[in-house]
């Protein structure tokens, strides 16, 4: 019987007593396989026992260590417990093993966005979005790296594709007031102001920011 299998869809049904009896018996069935090590690991980081499932993590990378996803699940575990460099750590081990994906590269960039590294977050946030077009948030995130290197043309163009992928973001509608408002475009950053705050009318940054152009 394939026990990790059975471990996986007793997860995604949430049956997680039955998931933990399936993974343990595929680790008894093979104690030298980290697949099922980084699904217990998964399963233990699910219902919260974030030690135990570093424990587990960390077994599987023993046994492989181009075990990428033991790597970038410990990754996930550690910005849980919002220990940053120790995740970052993990997400460059996950990386060095040839796993990419738009998950790794988004977590990679967002926590060095944790660690005050835009500028290191970069690529990676930029990759994430190459990757999978439909992930707006990483899209976003590399649209404030920008900004806040002060690359403001280029920021303004990622804040308009967040904008046109989902209408309703209005840190994004927000953003773009202020860049247009760094390049003196008075009207256009109070149009995007206003446009935020019919999405969200207590969003206190448009408001703030939407006075303070009004007073100018």
Same mark, same amino acid.
């Given at each position: ?69 033991? %790597? @970038?699940?410990? =990754?996930?575990?550690? /910005?849980?417990? *919002?220990?940053?460099?120790? #995740? ?5 081990? $996950? ?9 790794? %590269? @988004?977590?990679? =960039?967002?926590?060095? /966005?944790?660690? *005050?590294?835009?500028?290191? #977050? ?5 990759? $994430? ?25 280029? #920021? ?32 256009? #950053? ?27």
């Amino acid at each position: 019987m394939d026990y990790n299998q059975i471990g996986i869809d007793a997860m995604q049904k949430g049956d997680f007593e039955k998931a933990a009896e399936a993974f343990t018996k595929a680790i008894d069935e093979n104690s030298g396989d980290p697949v099922p090590y980084i699904n217990f690991a998964n399963l233990l980081s699910a219902v919260g026992e974030l030690d135990r499932a570093l424990k587990f993590y960390d077994r599987a990378a023993a046994l492989d260590e181009k075990a990428g996803a033991a %790597y @970038y699940g410990a =990754g996930n575990v550690y /910005v849980m417990k *919002e220990r940053y460099q120790e #995740a970052k750590d993990m997400f460059e081990k $996950a990386h060095r093993t040839g796993m990419e994906n738009s998950d790794l %590269y @988004y977590m990679l =960039g967002t926590t060095l /966005v944790k660690l *005050e590294q835009p500028k290191l #977050a970069m690529p990676y946030l930029q990759r $994430a979005a190459e990757l999978n077009d439909a992930d707006v948030e990483a899209r976003f995130q590399y649209a404030m790296c920008l900004a806040n290197e002060g690359m403001l043309d280029e #920021a303004i163009t990622e804040f308009s594709n967040v904008t046109e992928r989902d209408p309703s973001h209005a840190d994004a509608f927000y953003n773009l007031g202020v860049a247009y408002a760094f390049k003196e475009d008075r009207k256009t #950053a109070l149009d995007m102001l206003n446009k935020a705050l019919d999405i969200q009318p207590d969003h206190m940054l448009s408001i703030r920011a939407k006075q303070l152009l009004e007073e100018a």
